[in-house]
Antibody, heavy 120, light 107 residues
Framework: DVKLVESGGGLVKLGGSLKLSCAAS????????MSWVRQTPEKRLELVAA????????YYPDTVKGRFAISRDNAKNTLYLQMSSLKSEDTALYYC?????????????WGQGTLVTVSA | DIGMTQSHKFMSTSVGDRVSITCKAS??????VAWYQQKPGQSPKLLIY???YRYTGVPDRFTGSGSGTDFTFTISSVQAEDLAVYYC?????????FGAGTKLELK
């Protein structure tokens, strides 16, 4: 069975940094695009970063560009999200999500999420 | 970015009813829309992609339709376990963007 387990969330001060991890199992991790999608306290869903299967191509929306960095270690079946210069609006539940198949842009599997709270 | 508007934040239904949830894109997205179900305390679950393709294992009481800017997600006969929040998402152009969700509740 596909399993995605996020970790690394917590309480961080404004302007601080945090690194999230997502351990993947049950599928050939190196075959799939992966993303981080966050759910705000208002329950809105927002993509914050995406990465292709070999890690050579990444995508960020303007809201996090220059502050967040997605990476992956295919040998360790692990996805990462390095977050810096955190703002209050970055407070959210962060999900690791696997794309359906090569090149698809919908999310077939989601982890249970890790909570990030940014405080003053 | 392409905006996705779900005009109903809540919809009331009864078990056995047919219910439809709508989603409107701010520009044409062909048939590049997915639908997700999220139950309390759970992560979103993919139900439909490319407007009308049911994902693996999804019951056939769930269907999707539409193209261009207007999309509909329908449950033909609501079951108690279908009470959840439903989100649409466009996968036409990056970044993929989501609607605000429609919560399906019992009357």
């Amino acid at each position: 069975d596909v399993k995605l387990v996020e970790s690394g969330g917590g309480l961080v001060k404004l302007g601080g940094s945090l690194k999230l991890s997502c351990a993947a199992s049950g599928f050939t991790f190196s075959d799939y695009y992966m993303s981080w999608v966050r759910q705000t306290p208002e329950k809105r869903l927002e993509l914050v970063a995406a990465i292709n299967s070999n890690g050579g191509t990444t995508y960020y929306p303007d809201t996090v560009k220059g502050r967040f960095a997605i990476s992956r270690d295919n040998a360790k079946n692990t996805l990462y999200l390095q977050m810096s210069s955190l703002k209050s609006e970055d407070t959210a539940l962060y999900y690791c999500a696997r794309h359906d198949y090569y090149g698809s842009a919908w999310f077939a599997y989601w982890g249970q999420g890790t909570l990030v709270t940014v405080s003053a | 970015d392409i905006g996705m508007t779900q005009s109903h934040k809540f919809m009331s239904t009864s078990v056995g009813d047919r219910v439809s949830i709508t989603c409107k894109a701010s520009q044409a997205v062909s048939t590049a829309v997915a639908w997700y179900q999220q139950k309390p305390g759970q992560s979103p679950k993919l139900l439909i992609y490319s407007a009308s393709y049911r994902y693996t294992g999804v019951p056939d009481r769930f269907t999707g339709s539409g193209s261009g800017t207007d999309f509909t997600f329908t449950i033909s006969s609501v079951q108690a376990e279908d009470l959840a929040v439903y989100y649409c998402q466009q996968h036409y152009s990056p970044p993929p963007t989501f609607g605000a969700g429609t919560k399906l509740e019992l009357k």
